[in-house]
């Protein structure tokens, strides 16, 4: 059988095509902005979504059109940001840097487990059943949904306690975890040294006490401490404000459940007392 | 020929709902389940899937007919097949990239995939399979990118609805719009036998 026709035929087909395309491809070119090449390069390609635009290509698009801000990639920080900002000729406004934390301690030998939990070994899992393993219905689960959601590996799951930590280091303040997490446990601060109250329960006393030795029973006893009055009870929770804060550490002393920890300014681990 | 016209009317009926490419066949379930996440793209898709379906039946029947047949290379069909649908998909994001940037964004990766689409290289395979004339392939493509088309904005229309639903965590995304697919499908079998 001659190989020959076959050869041709495809190779003219081809060829045909081919120069059809190219010739098509040039009369109806688009000019590309060669911005959002640039732009593109700037941002950390890790396409973790955080921005809420399709992947780090789609935001490059946007931010070089001017629909996008150029802070609006909060994966990259205050170095793309700045980059950014010399890029596309801007000056001016801030950018706050922030950094996520854990808010609970209830971890191993702290707070009470009500049962075994053999199922899906993911806290949203868990979450769904009732009540789920933990005494504490506010609690964190540990099953390390955050740690898995992290697109820049800044979490793991403290083995001594049982409880995700994350890594200040290398978190960029993306959000992935806050959101992930069922039990909003985990919460964006700024990144500077700050007193926060790690529990996010909203229990009473006798609820706190039954289930959890770090939990905040809302005694108060830091609200009546602090010498600055940075901490107020507000609607059952303390909140201390960050502004008024200096720091001293007075009510982290005189907390009796030692609930209230200090976020190190550039440690991932939280400073705990007893 | 009398029966002509009935012959094409049985072609769009067959082709378009009864035996549906995606929810009778099931070919095609890639850009179906990528593409209909709302009405406005679903239609769009529709329509690239449309002139891709019918441009590349037409060329391929053509080739197939007056040149692979009696050459005697009906082996060669896969290949030339697809670089005939390859082409036009490229043709097609030319034109797109230059007249409706908007879509050509929406769809994304799924424009080119459409080179991939089984459901087009299944419909020029099955046009000259069952030996058409080419008014019949020209028909019976169209009507088989309209039982796409109302497919796809069908189940973009549940999609749409979808978002407004409560779906548990785990049946979130894909899986819920396969279960409404498979829902969708059952609907649609009631058109077996509507022609004989």
């Known amino acids: 059988m001659n190989i020959l026709i076959p050869t041709v035929l495809v190779g003219a087909l081809g060829l045909a095509f081919g120069l059809m395309l190219s010739f098509l491809a040039k009369k109806f070119a688009v000019p590309v902005n060669p911005l959002v090449q640039e732009v593109e390069r700037v941002l950390p390609g890790a ?227 007893g | 020929m009398n029966t002509g016209f009935l012959t094409l009317f049985k072609i769009i009926i067959s082709a378009a709902f009864v035996d549906n490419i995606i929810l009778a066949r099931y070919i095609g379930l890639c850009p179906y389940i990528g593409m209909s996440s709302s009405v406005a793209n679903s239609i769009g898709m529709g329509m690239a899937v449309t002139f891709v379906m019918v441009l590349a039946s037409i060329v391929t029947w053509v080739l197939w007919n007056f040149i692979f047949v009696p050459l005697g290379l009906e082996y060669l069909r896969i290949m030339v097949f697809i670089l005939v649908i390859a082409t036009l998909v490229q043709l097609v994001e030319i034109l797109l990239k230059k007249n409706v940037p908007n879509l050509y964004r929406a769809m994304g990766i799924y424009l080119p995939l459409i080179t991939t689409n089984c459901a087009i290289l299944a419909v020029t395979f099955l046009g000259v399979d069952y030996g058409y004339t080419l008014l019949q392939v020209v028909v019976y493509s169209i009507s088989v990118a309209l039982g796409f088309t109302v497919a796809l904005v069908l189940l973009a229309g549940i999609r749409e609805r979808l978002r407004l639903a409560r779906v548990p965590q785990f049946w979130q995304g894909y899986p819920i719009v396969f279960v409404a697919t498979c829902l969708l499908a059952i609907a649609f079998l009631g058109f077996k036998g509507l022609v004989k």
């Open chain 1, 47 to 273: 396409n973790c979504g955080a921005c809420g635009f399709p992947g780090c290509s789609g935001l490059a698009e946007k931010i070089a059109s001017g629909e996008a801000p150029v802070n609006a990639c909060p994966a990259g920080g205050p170095k793309v940001w700045a980059e950014l900002t010399r890029l596309l000729g801007q000056e001016g406004g801030n950018w706050e840097v922030k950094r996520a934390v854990v808010l609970c301690q209830g971890g191993k030998g702290v707070a009470q487990v009500v049962a075994e939990y053999s199922g899906v070994a993911s806290c949203k899992a868990a979450n769904l059943l009732p009540g789920s393993f933990k005494g504490c219905r506010f609690g964190c689960l540990g099953l390390g949904d955050c740690v898995r959601v992290c697109p820049f590996s800044a979490m793991h799951i403290d083995p001594e306690s049982g409880l995700p930590v994350v890594d200040w280091e290398k978190c960029t303040g993306c959000g992935k975890c806050v959101a992930e997490c069922p039990r909003k446990i985990l919460a964006l601060v700024p990144r500077k040294e700050q007193v926060t109250v790690a529990c996010v329960s909203p229990d009473s006393a006798r609820e706190v006490r039954k289930v959890c030795a770090r939990g905040c029973i809302k005694c108060q006893v830091c609200v009546r401490t602090c010498p600055e009055g940075a901490i107020t009870f507000e609607n059952g929770k303390i909140v201390i404000s960050r502004e008024k804060c200096t720091l001293c550490g007075l009510c982290i002393e005189k907390c009796p459940t030692h609930c209230i920890i200090r976020v190190g300014k550039t440690a991932a681990l939280l400073e705990v007392r």
